[in-house]
């Protein structure tokens, strides 16, 4: 259904500028998070939130669902492109790290593919199909609870709780000033790495990833503390070293869930037949010499980058815009439509052994696939999802569209010098769990070497890894007792993190979902508010230390 211009409220200044700030904040926030525990909250509800309560002093019935939709989707755009850390991570593990203008101009001609494949793929995914997208409802229902029920208490409860945990980050004994802990020991399990991380974004995540998600974390690290009180050859004090196990199970898990919803791989084939069909679209984000003029900017300038800045042939870049920005964001969007699951990480890994399979095998080359998944995936799925909510709202795509990209630039710049200034102490940077870019790191140098690079008994580990990961999302999906089984993702991460960090998300888990949740009957949305401050609390605090060091403002190492 078009939308009524008539009965939506016009796009205004002040969202756009408060849109395009939480874009570049939450991309180098995310930047950040996803290094050191391998995970990100893409952002529409932390900028939709955020702006409500900033805006709420001027009067809740001032803000309106456009500039609560407009927010979203920038904040969206931004804090999804912080992913690509993993990738510029992964190239920093595996050789000489790229310099700031590569990243800057990678992020960027990425991300101009995704927005242009955005476009058949709302045509697909939201007009062709009637898909669930769970996530996009999500962020409806927080829009619709805040401007349309008007629950100025959110506001309060979001800044009182960010304050309060941003001052716990920066107070913790993790480099801040050492008033309260970071961890707390399990006894003789402390010999073992049995703490628990008392981490603002681990009790935050917790609860927008799910209990199920938490009690796999629970799971990969009761394996890590028993195989450092076991097995010889794990570090006893820090077993998430040893993380080839983990590896193996992460991929192997993460392929066979693809392979179980082949429905959804049909459907992406089925929905790319139709590209050429006749577009029923009644609100085009553009019109088609429009949409003719940004394909080929973004294409391109795309080869141009690629094959001058990354030395890719022209045949690889053929092959990574439409495997990578067409083919793969179809099959990645529409398993996140169903499941609420962006396969980004094993769709990486593919997206390196197909670079690898059409001659681009060295670990430089062959990783330029997972990054292309992370710069055109940013934009392209998380787009289309918000063009969903956006259209709940009758809120026009192309504001949507051209207001996404308003923040393509600044926000690859923001990414990379975010990953320039964490790499630039690589102590700090050596101490990020970073298991994503592990992973892709590894994948570039198997790629590259073979078997054969790999330490002694890695590949053992891998493979075993490999086959209970597969056996267990077979026993996931099948079994009718399904909800009692901990999830398998949890139990992937929770097999490369510290068992702290571990710990941390199954406690936050416990607390958010059992004790606040079901026994004191607090609601979805305070909950999600909380979790929404503890997400960026760890953010801003984690960043803010670095940087009261520098000022002399903290004593000791700085």
Not at 66 to 86: K, P, W
Not at 391 to 420: E, G, H, N
Not at 464 to 470: K, L, P, R, S
Request: proline content about 5%; aromatic content about 10%.
């Amino acid at each position: 259904m078009q939308p009524e211009l008539g009965s939506t409220p016009p796009i205004t200044f002040r969202a756009v500028v408060m849109g395009l700030i939480f874009s570049v904040a939450l991309c180098a926030m995310n930047s950040y998070l996803t290094l050191s525990f391998g995970v990100i909250e893409e952002g529409p509800t932390i900028a939709a939130l955020f702006f409500f309560a900033l805006m709420l002093p001027f009067g809740a019935k001032s803000i309106t669902n456009t500039e609560m939709v407009i927010v979203a989707t920038m904040g969206s755009a931004g804090g999804s492109l912080g992913f690509i850390s993993n990738f510029y991570a992964a190239k920093a593990m595996t050789g000489e790290p790229y310099s700031i203008l590569d990243m800057t101009l990678f992020g960027i001609v990425s991300s101009l593919v995704g927005l242009a494949m955005a476009i058949p793929l709302r045509q697909l995914l939201i007009l062709k199909e009637d898909l669930p997208w769970p996530g996009a409802k999500a962020v409806e229902t927080v829009v619709r609870t805040l401007v349309e029920k008007g629950d100025p208490r959110q506001a309060v409860i979001l800044l009182g709780s960010f304050v309060a945990l941003c001052a716990y980050v920066v107070l913790n004994d993790e480099d801040g000033y050492s008033v309260v802990p970071s961890a707390l020991a399990l006894g003789g399990l402390a010999t073992y790495g049995g703490y628990i991380a008392l981490s603002p974004f681990a009790i935050g995540s917790a609860y927008l990833m799910g209990f199920r998600t938490g009690v796999g974390f629970l799971v990969g690290a009761v394996f890590l503390m028993y195989g450092a009180h076991s097995l010889d050859f794990l570090p006893t004090d820090a077993p998430q070293k040893f993380y080839w196990p983990g590896l193996g199970f992460l991929v192997a898990s993460g392929l066979t869930a693809l392979a179980i919803n082949w429905r959804t791989i049909t459907g992406a084939l089925r929905s790319m037949v139709a590209i050429g069909g006749k577009s029923e679209d009644p609100d085009p984000p553009l019109s088609p010499k429009l949409l003719l003029a940004f394909g080929t900017v973004a294409f391109v300038s795309c080869a141009l980058v690629l094959n001058l800045r990354f030395a890719l042939n022209m045949v690889l870049v053929v092959m990574l815009v439409v495997v990578a920005g067409l083919i793969q964001n179809i099959i990645a969007t529409r398993a996140a439509a169903q499941t609420n699951f962006n396969p980004a990480r094993v769709m990486g890994i593919l997206l390196q052994g197909i670079t690898a399979l059409f001659g681009g095998k060295s670990a430089a080359i062959n990783l330029t696939g997972a990054g292309f998944v992370s710069g055109s995936g940013a934009q392209a799925s998380l787009l289309t999802a918000d063009m969903v909510y956006g259209r709940a709202f009758k809120v026009p795509s192309r504001w949507q569209f051209w207001t996404q990209t308003l923040t393509v630039v600044p926000c690859a710049i923001a990414s990379a010098y975010m990953f320039d200034w964490i790499l630039s102490d690589r102590t700090r940077f050596e101490k990020m769990s970073a298991p994503v870019a592990k992973v892709w790191a590894e994948s570039a140098n198997i790629f590259d070497k073979g078997f054969g690079a790999l330490p002694a008994g890695a590949s053992s580990w891998l493979l075993g890894g490999a086959i209970v990961g597969v056996v267990y999302v077979l026993v996931e999906h099948f079994a009718p007792f399904k909800k009692w089984l901990p999830e398998s993702t949890g139990i992937g991460l929770g097999l490369v993190l510290s068992p702290a960090l571990s710990l941390g998300f199954f406690v936050g888990s416990f607390l958010m979902w059992l004790v606040l949740g079901r026994w004191l009957k607090w609601s979805d949305a305070t909950l999600t508010t909380i979790a929404v401050a503890s997400i960026v609390a760890e953010g801003i605090g984690g960043v803010l230390k670095p940087l009261l060091h520098a000022l002399g403002l903290i004593g000791g190492a700085g």
